[in-house]
């Protein structure tokens, strides 16, 4: 089964660059995430962005809903930000024909303790069972993207 | 959503012992694996067995279909080698109302480099999302348990 | 044979706050570091602060070196951020009688690719094995602390 | 500075085939382990032996023995089985001139939880800054090789 992971960057690509001490978001952690997977899955990753979610832009949307209505899968992961992960999603609520599921991390990928394996686990299994819509896959559950927000305080995702 | 995981061993959760110079199955590596997944899920851990899946008998069997059968949950993860899962998930095919699904790892769960991590989210995500019967999350695919075998020179399964 | 570790912070025990969605120097690392390693050393790790080196004042140098000079331990570690290594270093030099070995790391310890326990590893060693006098290790190399330098651009520890 | 590492097996090496369901001595592990360390050192590393130190012949000791004679380092590291450590190192006490330094793991390297790189950089420190003669690393120690036994019960080395 075909399935295509866009990246847009968030927490689950965080890197530290030691020469200006700091952490910035990097090139797409999926290849080194599922390095091990040992998959028989046939995946297409595509970068697209690589931007803490806070700063996307209407236009960034637009980019992230163009390629994926494009894309010649019909089921698609985007990895992204967690903060406003679910407006991306909302942007995306009209294309037809395709199961989008969005996941992220709330810490690195490149840490020891990360859940962003899991994640993408989830969200990778989660494209190839449900039918067509947007999806988030985040702590473990899969909900519909219209039907969930981010809990800052409480550091997941919760139903409306 | 409440989960029950039941472990039977396999080689998911082999350990080192160094005074013995060789590897055993171990406890389950389950609750270690899922630590930092940051889960919002209602997961209960039953352990059932530290057996090599080759090593399985009928008795056996029958303890882990019982287990499953009486079982409050109606989602059901079952962790098992990978040698004899589908001989395993055969002998629950009669289990009425349940997802039941089983999963292990072809590289243990202690190793850094393990599938046994992907594994389990999928298929902690695939009994959420499946209708009841019996089904395997291996290699980032999740087949029915009677339409998937095990090729041993390829180290994955595929569809029969 | 005792050991007293004194941690001041820097990249090394660099944490990620996902609700700031910032990286910020937590709680040392060191504990966490050396629970597999087995040792049969008596360790005492006392944390002294949490700064970047960068933001080191000269109190904060002189806190450091009143708590190394007032040390039981005749063999200390301080694990330490990397820019200013060899100014606190420089400081602690006039301390009698004491084998001080500096170390600290360019990727945080919780990364899953970092020099942290190398280094940490490296360095209690040193501190085993080199007479009195200040020392500093980093690159799998031990150096007199006054004949060394960082190479930010190269990121690493040189000879002067 | 120059460093050869010798590899011959032991547990630090260990690997596991599914195919087979079982552990066995793979290819060296030291690369993998030290990719991440930044290191600042000339390392060599040459393959000898790929065996659980049990099984080691006279024969093999002497291939050992040979081999770190001849060699051009004056500083090496010889990864090796815990159980007969001691052994091959008295075999190689009447090296002249050589710093030579033994060490291994009690769990496997490839394993998340191990002291396999911990020994490694204390093996690869002290080579640097001991005189010459034959000395064990081991537990965060590092003892002269005629001092020191393998306490099989308590899993450490320790003094004799």
Known sequence: MQI?????GGTIDKVYFDAKSRFEVGEPQVGELLR??????????????????????????????????QSC??????????DTMTTTAAALADI?????????????????ATDALYN?????????LLPPGVWIAMNGRV??????RKNVAANR???I
């Not at 037809?96 to 020891?112: N, W």
């Open 120 to 128: 993408l686990a989830s969200a990778l299994t989660a494209a190839q």
């Open 157 to 159: 995702f919760e139903e």
């Open 36 to 69: 091990e997977a040992n998959l028989s899955l046939e995946l297409h990753v595509t970068p697209l962005l690589r931007k803490d979610s806070l700063e996307l832009t209407a236009a960034d949307r637009e980019q992230i809903r163009a390629a994926v209505a």
């Open 4 to 8: 295509e992971i866009f990246t847009t």
């Open 143 to 148: 909900f519909p993207a219209d039907k969930v």
């Open 96 to 112: 037809p024909g395709k199961t989008i599921v969005f996941t992220g991390s709330m810490q690195p990928a490149r840490f020891r």
């Open 73 to 82: 899968a019909t089921r698609v992961v985007v990895t992204h930000g967690t």
